[in-house]
């Protein structure tokens, strides 16, 4: 059984009869305690509660969450994930929790990634090595004074062994899959592709984010879901949604293409511009301390 001071969000809303992750958890046998969180414009809200338990069904106030966040835009489009994100940290408090897990509602698996030749093989992680995976990434956060950790996606398993991400071991993103501390909360800014501003926009402050490259979650599908996001995502398309983070962070993000040969509007993320970075100390030029004090 997981530790008592830690939960799992899944962040949902109007697929209460078709709750991938939920159905995920339950087959890879998690052990930890597990909350709906819906927002009370949900038509659906009774079948959640009839479905998953009402005690599990944390409904926060979508107008005051709206009152409180800064959704960069004056479309007045309420369609958004960004509002659960910022109530999970009053949730979790409420909860009387020291940690949570933010998931979407649309994950097919959670995986373990390893090498094996030129392939890249994966695993499904089941009762103890879930729960294990998940108490590492909380010790992971804690000991690395991160805002958020996260576990990888498939996007960023492309190319393989070879394609970089995986060798990696960590990146400076976090979305999808976040690890938080209840003291530390996040704001995120955006009606759309607000995990991605967040982490570039605090990231350039010097606030880390990391994702952790050995380990993966596997999305449904893009927009293949009805309900959360997609009819917003089907009707302004990835373009309108990317342009959030370009207003946020121009000097490091801007609009490019992604896929193969069915290519889609995606933003793109110069690195280099974006974060601090700490340099290796063999760049270090040796200097006598007198030589330190006069500078």
């Given at each position: ?164 991400g995986y ?16 003291d530390t ?48 995502y089907k ?61």
């Open positions: 059984m997981l530790r008592d001071d830690f939960a799992v969000f899944i962040l949902t809303h109007g697929r209460a009869d078709n709750v991938v992750t939920a159905d995920t958890l339950k087959r890879q046998k998690y052990s930890g305690k597990l909350y709906f969180i819906i927002d009370n414009e949900d038509d659906t809200a009774e079948l959640y509660r009839e479905k998953f338990g009402a005690e599990n069904v944390i409904m926060f106030d979508k107008a005051a969450a709206v009152a409180r966040a800064d959704t960069m835009d004056n479309i007045c489009e309420h369609r958004a994930i960004l509002y659960a994100r910022n109530e999970s940290w009053r949730i979790a408090k409420e909860l009387g929790l020291k940690y949570f897990l933010m998931l979407d509602d649309d994950y097919k698996d959670i995986l373990i990634r390893w090498p094996e030749g030129t392939k890249l093989k994966g695993k499904s992680m089941v009762g103890p090595q879930l729960d294990g995976l998940f108490e590492a990434m909380l010790t992971f956060l804690d000991a690395s004074g991160a805002a958020m950790v996260a576990l990888a996606q498939g996007g960023d398993m492309i190319g393989g062994v070879n394609g970089g060798k990696m071991g960590l990146k400076r993103k976090c979305m999808n899959s976040m690890f938080c501390r209840t909360p996040v704001e995120f800014r955006g009606t759309m592709n607000e995990d991605v501003t967040t982490y570039t926009t605090l990231g350039s402050r010097g606030v880390l984010f990391f994702t952790f490259m050995r380990c993966q979650v596997t999305q449904i599908q893009t927009q293949s879901l009805s309900g959360g996001m997609t009819e917003a009707e302004s398309g990835t373009y309108t949604k990317s342009f959030y983070s370009v207003m946020s962070m121009p000097s490091c993000v801007e609009i490019g293409k992604m896929g193969g040969s069915h290519q889609r509007t995606h933003h793109q993320i110069n690195w280099d511009c974006c974060v601090p970075k700490i340099l290796n100390q063999k760049y270090r030029k040796e200097k006598n301390d007198a030589e330190h004090r006069r500078e």
